[in-house]
């Protein structure tokens, strides 16, 4: 069994780098050999005051990059999915005679729970194909103005039944963002970052939670019976539009992955390259050759963590 050792970034460092140590198998040969996995040159060649000084840089790069747009798009992902309680004190209950659809309280509830429906069934199938296709970039804006598109034709609904299917397939394409920018995350910071930065993109739902009232109120208060249209209707209408704009917008700020980014230096894309390598032991994402759906099911189910969470009991709630 050969081992290889690499230099590490300068010889005064060897000690303080970890290497990570990956298997491989050779051809048809079941033995199995431990090889030590290199640093690109540009990377090995760095000091360790050099490489931390470069990855703080970089990661404040990556930060001013990345987070504004996301945190944006999860702003107008949750206004979009919640503003059905603002139309709802601006006149979609009211008698058809009013301009309302004359929603029940318990129809009001339906349309307000359909949407989880279709968002549990889209979260899994739609962070494999991203992870098929590799293009977030594409992907997220795409899916973005899908749902903008229907969250602005909620403004032309006339039933109930019309309000419940496109609540459905509101949920069914919103659910594509927020698992897929967990996913996306995860291939530009290390679990050590990962933490805050979740926690950033969550406050765009507390951030939503400040201004949709606002937005509301206003639009019932300045909009409605505008061009024969109900308060609601515009909320829809508006809300729809800005999300689709925000949308286009992120075309043009959004990358895909540390390897393919035009707005870092080589030194730079290779040290993020690399640095999450050294994190979980591999590049996070290579080509789609490699992401294959039962591969990534091997992982799961080989992933003691997954057990862990899967076997903790259920928490009891206050009225169970």
Known sequence: ????????????????????VSDTLLGDDPTVTRTRREPPELVKNLSLEERQRLETALVRKIDFFLLPCLILMYIMNYLDRNNIASARLAGLQDPLSKGGLDLTSTQYLTALSILFVGYLLMQVPSN??????????????TV??????ISAAT????SYGGLIAIRFFLGFVEAAYFPGCL????????????????????????????????ISA??????????????????????????????FC??????????TTSWLTEEERQLAVWRLDEDIGEDDWVNSSQQTFFHGMKLAFEDIKMWVLVSLPKPRSFFD
């Not at 494999?128 to 804006?141: E, Q, S």
């Not at 403004?155 to 006339?158: E, P, T």
């Not at 992120?250 to 390897?259: D, K, V």
Request: aromatic share 16%; hydrophobic share 45%.
């Open 155 to 158: 403004a032309g609904v006339q």
């Open 1 to 20: 069994m050969d081992t290889s050792v690499t230099k590490g970034y300068g010889e005064d460092d060897d000690n303080k780098l970890a290497q990570h």
């Open 183 to 214: 996913f996306f995350l995860s291939s530009w910071y290390t679990r050590k970052e990962l933490g805050f930065r979740t926690a950033l993109l969550f406050s765009g739902s507390l951030l939503s939670g400040a201004f949709s009232g606002l």
């Open 144 to 149: 973005m103005i899908i749902w903008g598109v």
């Open 128 to 141: 494999l194909f991203l992870n098929k296709i590799g293009k977030p970039a594409l992907y997220l804006p």
């Open 218 to 247: 206003g639009i019932k208060n300045g909009l409605d019976g505008a061009r024969g249209l109900r308060a609601w209707r515009w909320l829809f209408l508006i809300e729809g539009v800005v999300t689709i704009f925000v949308a």
């Open 250 to 259: 992120s075309y043009f700020a959004l990358p895909n992955f540390p390897r």
